[in-house]
């Protein structure tokens, strides 16, 4: 079992920055591709950045250049960092864990909001 919990959403100007956690239990998280999604009132969850175990990253297009995803093996945490922000980054993002192919675990996510 695994649980993800996520922080550090809340309402900022367009132009400024925020950084979101996600604390994940379970011993073997560092094995784990790590992602980020958000959802938008009205829209479909969309895929915002992955790292998998070697750190290495991948980014949706809009907001490639401005977001960041990095984790911390040691605290089983990973981190969304948001420069730049627009008001359509306003949204509920959640963290979730990758199995293969699939992504099996969700945190309950956290609002951000992005005011112009």
């Known amino acids: 079992q695994v649980q993800l919990v996520e922080s550090g959403g809340g309402l900022v100007q367009a132009g400024r920055s925020l950084r979101l956690s996600c604390a994940a239990s379970?011993?073997?998280?560092?094995?784990?591709?790590m992602g980020w999604f958000r959802q938008a009132p009205g829209k479909e969850r969309e895929f915002v950045a992955a790292?998998?175990?070697?750190?290495?990253?991948s980014y949706a297009d809009s907001v490639k250049g401005r977001f960041t995803i990095s984790r911390d093996n040691a605290k089983n945490t990973v981190y969304l960092q948001m420069n730049s922000l627009k008001p359509e980054d306003t949204a509920v993002y959640y963290c979730?864990?990758?199995?293969?192919?699939?992504?099996?675990?969700w945190g309950q996510g956290t609002q951000v909001t992005v005011s112009s």
């Open positions: 979730s864990k990758r199995d293969g192919s699939s992504w099996d675990y």
């Open positions: 379970g011993r073997t998280f560092s094995g784990y591709t």
């Open positions: 790292i998998n175990w070697s750190k290495i990253t």
